[in-house]
């Protein structure tokens, strides 16, 4: 069997949003899986010395129309959370438990909802998350309770760690056999190096890593 695409994501990232709703069509024609990887995107941006755009005033107000631009285009409803930055810890533990993958999908959807389809409550309430879990036929009280655990904390820990290890920066970001994907734009080359027709084989990426700078930025 084709390896699963393993979909790293956060809920507090809109591209997320649209690019979970996007993945399973591009997967599919290529008899593909998509595997779920809740990780911290906060981490992500601790371990590269980065900001968030929601950090950057100017970054802030793009992506807010940006990504209402995306979500239209793929025909997703598209809301504000009641905050954001928000604390999305609780959520993406609960996301990572043990169970069937049809019951994550649907949590995984109904979690995104909350916070992106318009006007939802959000997934900083425990209460909200346990009734979202329900929703998807799941125990939600125990799966919030579970979510508390040092295993829960660990394991994802230990998926973000592993995304910061492979490559990753930012999210959503897509590895696809060992190949990393960065973004809700990257699908379309997804799709081109499933089909195999990725046009990176023409170039020695290694060569573009050794390249020389030739100017700094101040304080750099």
Do not use: Q
């Not at 992106?116 to 425990?126: M, Q, V």
């Not at 939600?140 to 492979?166: F, H, M, P, Q, Y």
């Not at 990257?186 to 084989?201: I, K, N």
């Amino acid at each position: 069997m084709p390896g699963a695409l393993r979909f790293h994501f956060d809920y507090v990232s809109p591209y997320s949003y649209v690019a979970w709703h996007r993945i399973h069509d591009v997967a599919a024609p290529y008899g593909r899986a998509v595997e779920p990887v809740p990780v911290l995107f906060a981490a992500l941006l601790g371990a590269h010395g980065t900001r968030g755009p929601a950090e950057v005033p100017a970054k802030r107000r793009y992506v807010g129309k940006d990504a209402l631009r995306c979500a239209r285009a793929a025909g997703l409803p598209f809301g504000l959370p009641p905050s954001h930055p928000f604390n999305p810890l609780l959520a993406l533990r609960v996301s990572s438990a043990p169970m069937d993958e049809a019951a994550r999908r649907r949590l995984i959807d109904g979690l995104f909802a909350a916070v992106w389809g318009g006007d939802g409550p959000g997934i900083t309430d425990p209460n909200v998350i346990a009734s979202i879990a329900d929703g998807a036929g799941l125990d939600g009280a125990a799966l919030v309770a579970a979510a508390a655990s040092d295993a829960a904390k660990a394991r994802l820990r230990a998926d973000t760690e592993r995304a910061i290890a492979e490559g990753a920066f930012g999210v959503p970001t897509i590895i696809v056999d060992g190949e990393l994907f960065w973004g809700n734009d990257s699908l379309v080359h997804v799709d081109r190096f499933l089909a195999g027709d990725d046009p990176v084989r023409d170039i020695d990426i290694e060569r573009w890593m050794a390249l020389p700078s030739s100017a700094t930025r101040p304080g750099s």
